[in-house]
């Protein structure tokens, strides 16, 4: 049974960093995407970051690219969003997902998802 969980949210304050984690468990993630997602209430889960499991690509956001960076432990099966300069617009929260295959944005095409983690940006 695949599993994945989220770990690393919290509160911030405009400007600060955090560190978010997924772990992953239950098969071997061999040619998957894992991905980040973001979601506040009422509006519709968005991309946020993915990265290729084997290769280590990634691919942002516009709004994220110059202050989010994702990375992944292989050994650890865990994959990294270490997020700086955050704004209150980051305010949401964050899921892990992954997929078979390339990267894709839409987050349909995801096959396994976590349970969230919440961060929030005070002004």
């Known amino acids: 049974q695949v599993q994945l969980v989220e770990s690393g949210g919290g509160r911030v304050q405009t400007g600060g960093s955090l560190r978010l984690s997924c772990t992953a468990s239950?098969?071997?993630?061999?040619?998957?995407?894992l991905g980040w997602f973001r979601q506040v209430p009422g509006k519709e889960r968005e991309f946020v970051a993915a990265i290729g499991w084997n290769d280590g690509n990634t691919y942002y956001e516009d709004s994220v690219e110059d202050r989010f960076t994702l990375s992944r432990d292989k050994t650890e099966m865990t994959m990294y969003l270490q997020m700086n300069s955050l704004k209150p617009e980051d305010t949401a929260v964050y899921f892990c997902?992954?997929?078979?295959?390339?990267?894709?944005?839409?987050?349909?095409?995801?096959?396994?998802w976590g349970q969230g983690t919440q961060v929030t940006v005070s002004s």
């Open positions: 997902a992954a997929r078979p295959g390339q990267i894709v944005v839409r987050t349909t095409m995801y096959r396994y």
């Open positions: 239950g098969r071997t993630f061999s040619g998957y995407s």
